[in-house]
């Protein structure tokens, strides 16, 4: 009897297993006990079949900031496909549900209650700690180049349609691809409409390595899709100085997007932090770190550089170098003003590369004892105005505020 009834127990407790396990939506956290960085491999491991790029930008959302309601935002979001399909015949063309996405989202109408999504020029490059967030946008309907396309895919791929991101500096664009596999470019910051391939290569400062190697232009998988989310968390891990999970998460979300320079960056920036943390604010003069630290110290410089090295070897180049590249592109007819502008816009771009700062070499000078077989200085990322270590009398660099 007491083996028949714990028989019973067993299949009931077996059964309540699979029915939770059956009940959970993909893409959503299963435990909450578990790590950030553990929500983020779940994220990461799920198959591309199932991943829901509404669901996982609110995950991630919801780690950067916990007041983020995720079902109530799926809600509205389902609400938003509703109000659509209702624009639409029944057996709508995949064309008619591009053009009547785009009218809801951007023109403004019943459909939208006279208030169209827009760009957030308040904050255009999206610097505030909320206003990448999927749930800021929805509230506010001011977003930026990553909230604005990502609801754009979010919304098609919900219509049925074949859309998913790709990147350029300082910038995410949707790419549709139609029933006969022909991809366009949609540009959801300037009223969801085409954009061609040139035109992104012309206006933001790019390589052509870097394009030819997938770090921009790209049609991206799903789980590429998920990295670039996931990637604003690692720069928000950096600029709050959470350095260690800044490099932890970075390295899991190269396993998933190896070619993604901008990682590189973040991980690269993240050892300089650690070594200026550890370090440098400790032993301010170069003959004054005790040998005992040398080999952390000598890590700590090779995985700076390497991260460096990696985002140039796939086609990432220093702000100053595409400065003059552009310079004698446009054999010296740009305006002092436009000289200017493309200087802010160079900035702007390796803000959003690393911990939203741009990225310059460090003038650090080597350690007495220290050798490193790929640089004698780590590469550290700077603010405009701010001076590289040690120049101040405190021999520090200032924090980036």
């Given at each position: ?21 059956a ?38 959302d ?11 935002n ?6 938003m ?29 019943a ?12 904050d ?34 919900k ?97 998933g ?7 590189y ?101 080597p ?35």
């Amino acid at each position: 009897m007491r083996l028949f009834i714990g028989l019973i127990n067993f299949i009931l407790l077996l059964f309540v297993h699979v029915q939770t396990q059956a009940a959970v939506p993909p893409n959503m956290i299963v435990n909450p006990e578990k790590t950030e960085l553990e929500q983020i491999q779940v994220l990461l491991g799920t198959p591309d079949s199932r991943v829901d790029f509404a669901k996982t930008k609110l995950t991630i959302d919801k780690i950067i900031d916990p007041t983020v309601d995720v079902e109530a935002n799926l809600k509205l979001i389902d609400s938003m496909v509703a109000d659509i399909e209702e624009m639409l015949e029944p057996d709508a063309l995949e064309l008619e549900k591009v053009l009547a996405l785009r009218k809801y989202l951007y023109d403004s109408g019943a459909w939208n209650d006279e208030k169209p999504f827009s760009y957030d020029l308040a904050d255009p490059l999206g610097q505030s700690k909320t206003s990448r967030l999927l749930h800021n946008y929805l509230r506010t309907r001011k977003g930026n180049c990553v909230s604005m396309p990502i609801l754009h895919a979010i919304l098609g791929r919900k219509l049925g349609l074949d859309m998913t991101l790709s990147t350029a500096p300082l910038h995410v664009f949707v790419i549709f691809t139609n029933e006969q596999g022909h991809s366009v470019n949609i540009e959801a910051t300037s009223g969801g409409h085409p954009s061609r391939d040139i035109w992104y290569q012309q206006k933001i400062p790019m390589t052509k390595l870097a394009v030819s190697n997938g770090v921009y232009m790209k049609k991206l998988s799903d789980k590429e899709a998920v990295v670039v989310m996931a990637k604003d968390l690692a720069s928000r891990y950096l600029a709050d100085g959470r350095h260690k999970e800044a490099i932890e998460l970075s390295n899991e979300l190269i396993k998933g997007f190896p070619s993604y320079a901008p990682l590189y960056l973040v991980r690269g920036s993240s050892f300089y932090m650690l070594i200026e943390r550890e370090f440098f604010d400790k032993y301010p003069e170069p003959d004054s770190l005790p040998a005992e630290f040398d080999k952390k110290y000598q890590y700590y410089m090779r995985q700076n550089n390497t991260s460096f090295r990696m985002a140039e070897i796939l086609g990432w180049r220093d702000p100053n170098e595409m400065i003059a590249k552009q310079k004698k592109k446009e054999k010296k007819h740009m305006t002092a003003e436009e000289v200017e502008q493309f200087r802010l816009q160079i900035e702007a771009i390796n803000r959003q590369n690393g911990a939203m700062m741009p990225f310059v070499h460090s003038s650090v000078p080597p350690r007495q004892g220290v050798s490193n077989p790929i640089s004698s200085q780590p590469r550290f990322p700077t603010s405009p105005g701010l001076l590289p270590y040690p120049p101040n009398p405190n021999g520090k660099v200032q924090p980036f505020k």
